[in-house]
């Protein structure tokens, strides 16, 4: 099987590709350092060699564990977490389903929802309503089990869970997918006796997809968790540091990426033409805002759904301020196909596609567009996707993460720490007066005042 592919044919007219190799020497060095473990957040590095080392094992048991709660015939999966907990495994069950699979209701494997990703009290009673007619079992992940989102969400649904089903059952619906020995959920999933899975100590959310975080929610959804795996671990050994740069995909991206904010491209907007592929974008946006956006530093990842979005963002991106490049993910082979008929009144004035495939339309709207960015000074790097299955979602998966780590070590920040995002907490303890906030909570008030 082939691997994703790289191309910046798009970029080097407006950037030469001098300014790119430039940045070969640094990413080489910063990829080494991920794989020996070193520099900063050397403590957060597992997910690094995390595909070739998963266990068969743990493989197993997620399997047998998908099995046992898929054999009571649920209807409906709650995944309760936040950020990387669950934009994970959203992306990859967005973009292997069927778009409409939820109001067509022919489940082969339950319906997969979210929770805790959010406080909306209207979103946590509808979904409630909807729970309580259906037959439904839930994970929770978090490695603390104190995050206020999905510690709330959870406190509702297991509520709920015992009410419906007894406390006897509603333990055997739970899966808890947390810290390996300490931490609030570790100690109640222990003393309620749930089924758990390990989140890795060496491992942070927003790299954590390809552990159970994501895994159990991705083969609950019915999906071939080992081939998601076995696309990253064929993507690790692709860029693995032995792989010369002009060869190495996560290396030639970082390197391009810092090329580009040297010269002034503040922003990254990653495009698609697949609207199956938006929620892997909102997990890209979390994986490279979180990771590089920090000491006043970093591109600013924005994302796109093409064509939807050419009649709204598409103005200002082929005509606004040029601080800003796009990065497309290009889908080369869909699953179905549907042809253009042909209409005799011809009102419509499109009777000249007549018999075209409508995914050929959608590429030659793919690449006049591209086109005419890079004739408006957007620079366009352009990732090739065979196929979305789960092979190459594990392989894009990897190539992000790791062209993420390099990206970050040659910016010189941490990647894999998130300080910025301890203060919206603190303020909301503070406005909530939460025991030990107590100072906080003064001082916030006399702010309001």
Request: charged share 25%; glycine share 8%; proline share 4%.
């Amino acid at each position: 099987m082939k691997n994703i592919g790289l191309n910046f044919s798009n970029v080097y007219g407006i950037l030469p590709k001098a300014k790119i190799d430039g940045f070969k020497a640094s990413s080489e060095a910063a990829n080494s350092a991920l794989h020996q473990k070193t520099g900063k957040g050397n403590d957060y590095m597992g997910w690094v060699d995390l595909p070739g080392a998963t266990p068969e094992a743990e493989l197993a048991d997620l399997e047998k564990t998908i099995r046992k709660i898929q054999v009571k015939h649920i209807e409906v999966f709650v995944v309760i977490g936040i950020g990387g907990s669950y934009l994970g495994s959203k992306a990859v069950i967005d973009a292997l389903s069927d778009s409409f699979a939820a109001i067509k209701g022919s489940f082969e494997a339950p319906l997969i929802v979210f929770a805790g990703q959010n406080i909306s009290e209207d979103y946590l009673f509808e979904l409630r309503d909807l729970l309580d007619s259906k037959d439904w079992a839930c994970t929770v992940i978090s490695k603390s089990g104190t995050t206020t989102e999905p510690a709330l969400a959870f406190r509702l649904l297991k509520q709920d869970l015992e009410e419906k089903y007894g406390v006897e059952e509603a333990r055997k619906r739970i899966i808890a997918v947390t810290d390996e020995s300490r931490g609030a959920l570790k100690k109640l999933a222990k003393e309620e006796g749930y089924k758990t899975f390990v989140i890795p100590d060496d491992v942070g959310g927003r790299y954590s997809v390809l552990t159970p975080v994501g895994l159990l929610a991705i083969g609950m959804a019915g999906f071939d968790i080992r081939a998601l795996v076995q696309g990253a671990k064929d993507m690790e050994i692709a860029c693995d540091p032995k792989v010369p740069y002009e060869q190495n995909l996560a290396c030639q991206y970082a390197a391009a990426r810092n090329a580009l904010y040297q010269s002034g491209k503040k922003i990254e907007i990653l495009v698609n033409y697949n609207p199956k592929l938006h929620f892997f974008a909102e997990w890209w946006k979390q994986l490279y805002g979180e990771s590089e956006g920090k000491e006043n530093k970093g591109i600013y990842p924005s994302s796109v759904d093409f064509s939807s979005d050419l009649h709204s963002m598409g103005q200002y991106i082929q005509e606004g301020e040029r601080t800003l490049f796009e990065t497309v993910l290009s889908v080369e082979e869909v699953d179905n196909e549907l042809l253009v008929p042909e209409d005799e009144a011809d009102l419509d004035g499109l009777n000249f596609l007549a018999g075209k495939r409508v995914d050929e339309v959608n590429k030659m709207a793919e690449l006049g567009t591209t086109l005419a960015h890079v004739d408006g000074g957007v620079p366009n790097i352009r990732i090739t996707v065979p196929k979305l299955n789960e092979y190459y979602l594990g392989q894009l998966i990897y190539f992000f993460e790791l062209a993420c780590g390099i990206s970050g070590k040659i910016l010189d920040v941490n990647p894999f720490d998130q300080p910025g995002v301890e203060s919206y907490k603190k303020n909301m303890f503070a406005l909530l007066n939460k025991p030990g906030f107590e100072k906080e909570s003064q001082a916030m008030q006399e702010r309001l005042k």
